[in-house]
């Protein structure tokens, strides 16, 4: 620690850091521009200019940029300066000279970092009276709009695109006045983080497409905190709706998972909400009808028949609570594959029973060796490729430390790397994104990947069996990599169910396992393959096969299918069947899926914008969501469809249920490892000053008049009896529990840089913590005990592929498809092969090959790979056509199109 003064007061703060930082930590008004507290300092701006004294004596003083100046103990600072305020404010009016008078029409009016910078500069008069250079701006794709014109050239945009993302299509043109931060030409922004630039950015240059597509003032926006729905790292969100309709998603700070950012299909993959085919009202044999019939019917229905309840990975562990209250726990079935299903209790047992504990994302940012086995991380959890980039310069920032360059020195640090970076392993399937930054690669097969776990395991635990006959090239990979494990502080072992083999997994877990006897930090991740996939294996419940059995076998006639496409998690023939075989199928959804179109009664669910509701990411840390806006028609949320079908039903459990409280409170009580869920959030009752937090900033504006073509007078706004936050404008504007925080806004601060104010510290935890808690923490003192069984090396056979998946960020997962944006970044179904395989079925690019994986035949363009190995091929898990379900598994050559 060390003594700082400021305008003569004495402030007690950490040592090492910036006086940028620190000033903002400590609640000062500082203005910047080219510093970000994910990217640190690198002087462009000139914006943040302070005073330092060199002793109580030094009435003169010298300006610096306080992003560029460490503290040290007994420093004196001035931010009230005359001086200092003179510079800043001429620095606004020089960033002004070619910037537009277009506050008014930009996107970012209101909500922008340089309107507040001008203010808090005290800038008001331009002195510029001269011609102003303007640009061509570019069409960069279905996510980010483009305005050069208002570039004030912080820099910030190709710093976070290019060095911290690790983008290769975006720079920096030209030089000096005329400098231009785009692509080489007009096409779509590649990397898969682009649209962090509309926050990254402190002007209106990159802004959301999507929003502008039907803008609205952010200021104008209902929003609640949410949880990210399109993959299992459960990245805290913001979600904005006006007049009924989900505008815009936003990053919502969390310090321990997604930080400062999200990924594109978590940002984009909204549109689905506002789809024109939604189900908004209930369905009856083919028939609209009302609430009121429908209930009816179901009470009915349910008192004459043998019901079973499919549940589903991406609905709320409350929605599927429900169901299985509902229909009886040996009644309730996971609705995930069998393989899945498996997969994910082997999960639980490895990160419960197991010694490696789980890091968070920023946990792992904080790695200083890893090896990634069996994931392509970009296109299966993006957010954890993002981490594993920040990671990689762990190694080399200790010799920055030694060089006594600040570690948030950014330019000076990145010069002094150049190109080293720390250890990462990569053993996947065929290349991937991050290989440009792995120190050592593997393409092989799942199988492949396991038997270099265990050999790998083996050299730091001898106890772990040992691969046979194994080849020496692959044995002094295995030295490499057990090596650098073993010289790491902290290093992190990722797998997950993308490939669907137990073995890489379970080879996954003797690596992490064999490095905790010696290191306690190692730690171990697990990605699943949906949003609440891990929430849904630790609730407990039959395989789907069970369920189909069931119906096959006459123990139930009729099923209750919750928020889940069958046909994503059996082959189309065992549906197919089992939907045929079923007297009556209810099912609750919201979007249209080739399941639905087979129920008999269909029940129109809310989506995470219109519900509250639990997930557990795949570290096992329980977060809720907020409902954003009341449905309109008779849309609700499918845990209150359930308990309303259960009351209706004469079920006694249910009816003590009265609320989304009860409910969870229901599920700690009677679900072991979801015990301590409903202390994640404040209750309902929860008031500050007597006062809920309102989920619309105090600007909001046209609610007497949003309503005037039903009503002239303004009606009552709902009320809220799940959460403590208010539909209105009306409430506490003090800092809201982390958990509950709807936006980010502080006097002064009306972009999204106002998150400094709710930080314990600058990129630190939020004030209170940060929200959600962990149901699962390993036990690092048990001992391993490892998997001893390892697989059969691979060998192709002549005729025929393995066929195994690929995964995509845009088209894999099963909601953000229907995006509007995000369809048009869906690749073609394509099956990818080795070049050998293509030279020897004298295949080229694009042409067709015909093969049959268990009984359906596919006929696939090409798509010729040098990274997969022979003997492989992969298709594109779930794109449209294409199967989510059972592979790995042989697929049979039946004929090749050469035309």
């Known amino acids: 620690m060390a003594t700082l003064y400021i305008d003569n007061q004495p402030y007690e703060v950490t040592s090492g850091n910036n006086l940028l930082e620190t000033c903002l930590t400590l609640g000062f008004d500082l203005p910047y521009f080219c510093w970000h507290p994910a990217m640190g300092s690198v002087g462009a701006c000139r914006q943040c200019a302070i005073k330092v004294y060199k002793d109580e004596n030094d009435k003169k003083g010298k300006l610096v940029m306080s992003c560029m100046e460490p503290v040290t103990n007994n420093q004196r600072i001035s931010i009230t300066d005359a001086e200092a305020k003179e510079f800043r404010e ?109 926050e990254v950015c402190p002007t209106g240059v990159f802004t959301d497409k999507t ?25 805290n969100t913001i979600a904005g709706e006006r007049y009924g309709s989900l505008r815009m998603i936003a990053n919502r700070y969390h310090g321990e998972v997604n930080g400062y950012f999200i990924c594109d299909r978590g940002r984009f993959g909204y549109e689905f909400v506002n789809a024109p085919d939604r189900v908004r009202q209930p369905v009856l044999n083919g028939k609209t009808v009302g609430r009121d019939e429908i209930m009816e019917e179901i009470k009915k229905r349910l008192k004459e028949s043998k019901v079973i309840g499919i549940g589903s990975p991406r609905a709320s562990i409350q929605s599927n609570f429900a169901l299985k209250a509902l229909v009886g726990k040996n009644n309730f079935y996971h609705g995930v594959s069998e393989n899945e299903h498996d997969m994910a209790e082997l999960a639980i047992q490895i990160l419960k029973e197991g010694p490696a504990r789980t890091p968070s994302l920023k946990e792992v940012e904080s790695a200083d060796a890893i090896f990634i086995m069996g994931e392509d991380l970009t296109n299966s959890s993006p957010m954890l490729a993002l ?59 799942p199988d492949e990947i396991a038997r270099l776990g265990f050999a790998v395991a083996h050299r730091i635990d001898s106890s772990v069996p040992d691969v046979e006959n194994y080849p020496d090239e692959l044995k002094k990979l295995a030295d490499t990599i057990a090596e650098g494990l073993k010289k790491a502080e902290r290093p992190v072992v990722i797998s997950g169910l993308s490939s669907e083999s137990e073995s890489v997994m379970k080879a996954a877990a003797n690596v992490a396992w064999a490095l905790n006897k010696s290191n306690k930090n190692t730690g171990l991740v ?55 075989m079923c007297r009556q199928i209810i099912v609750l959804d919201h979007t249209p899926n080739p399941t639905m179109s087979k129920a008999h009664v269909i029940i129109p669910a809310g989506t995470f914008a219109e519900s509250d509701g639990t997930l557990v990411n795949n570290e096992g840390r329980a977060q809720r969501f907020f409902q954003v806006y009341e449905a309109t028609d008779v849309i609700q949320e499918s845990w209150r469809w359930l308990l309303n079908m259960g009351v209706n039903a004469g079920n006694e459990r249910m009816s003590h249920w009265k609320n989304f409280e009860d409910i969870t409170k229901a599920i700690s009580d009677e679900e072991p490892m979801l015990k301590g869920v409903e202390t994640i959030t404040p209750p309902a009752t929860y008031r500050v000053a007597g006062q809920r937090i309102p989920r619309e900033p105090h600007r909001y504006s046209g ?110 997962d099963e909601l953000s498809n229907k995006s509007a944006s995000v369809s048009q970044r869906v690749p073609k179904p394509y099956v990818m092969i080795n070049p050998k395989d293509a030279e020897e079925l004298k295949l080229t690019e694009g042409q067709l090959l015909s093969f049959e994986v268990l009984k359906d035949v596919y006929e696939l363009p090409v798509r010729i790979n040098n990274t997969i190995p022979a003997g492989l091929a992969a298709m594109p898990y779930a794109l449209e056509g294409m199967p989510a379900t059972g592979l790995p598994e042989w697929g049979i050559i039946k004929s090749v199109d050469r035309k």
């Not at 009016?109 to 008069?125: E, F, K, N, P, R």
């Not at 080293?420 to 120190?439: E, F, M, R, V």
């Not at 936050?725 to 999204?752: C, D, H, K």
């Not at 490892?786 to 592929?801: K, L, R």
Request: glycine fraction near 8%; charged fraction near 20%.
């Open 211 to 235: 929003l502008k597509q039907h803008y609205t003032r952010k200021w104008d926006l209902t929003m609640a905190p949410s949880v990210c729905q399109h993959c299992s790292l459960g990245c």
């Open 703 to 812: 609610r007497t008049a949003m309503n005037a073509h039903l009503n002239v007078s303004e009606p009552k706004p709902p009320e809220d009896p799940d959460s403590s936050l208010s539909y209105t404008m009306e409430g506490y504007r003090g800092l809201a529990p982390s958990s509950m925080i709807p936006y980010f806004w502080s006097p002064g601060w009306n972009s999204v840089q106002s998150v400094n104010k709710y930080q314990q510290e600058v990129a630190g935890h939020l004030r209170g913590g940060d929200p959600g808690l962990r149901l699962i923490e390993a036990n690092k003192n048990t001992e391993p005990n490892y998997f001893m069984s390892v697989p059969e090396f691979f060998q192709p056979i002549a005729g025929h592929f393995w066929v195994v998946w690929t995964h995509h960020i845009y088209g894999s």
């Open 387 to 445: 981490a594993v980039r920040q990671a990689v310069r762990v190694k080399p920032m200790k010799e920055v430390i030694q060089a006594n360059i600040p570690d948030w020195h950014d330019y000076a640090a990145r010069e002094f790397v150049q190109e080293k970076k720390g250890p990462l392993y990569s053993a996947t399937i065929h290349g991937t994104k991050l290989d440009d930054i792995a120190a050592q690669t593997h393409y092989a097969a």
């Open 90 to 198: 001429e620095i606004i009016g020089w960033l002004m000279t070619n910037h537009p008078h277009d506050c008014a029409v930009c996107d970012e009016g209101g909500s922008c970092h340089l309107q507040d910078m001008t203010v808090m500069t005290g800038h008001s008069y331009r002195k510029f009276r001269y011609k102003k250079r303007t640009h061509i701006n570019q069409n960069l794709g279905p996510f980010i709009n483009h305005e050069m014109n208002r570039c004030i050239q912080c820099y910030r945009c190709v710093r976070f695109y290019n060095d911290y993302a690790g983008g290769k299509d975006f720079d920096v043109f030209a030089s000096r006045n005329n400098v231009y931060f785009g692509r080489h030409e007009d096409g779509v922004l590649e990397n898969e983080f682009s649209g962090n630039l509309s």
């Open 526 to 580: 697990l990605t699943m393959l949906e949003c609440n996939s891990l929430g849904l294996a630790m609730m407990g419940g039959g395989k789907l096969d069970g369920a189909f059995n069931a119906i096959l076998h006459s123990h139930a006639d009729t099923a209750i299918i919750m928020e889940n496409d069958l046909y994503r998690h059996g082959s189309t023939a065992t549906v197919d069947k089992f939907l045929k």
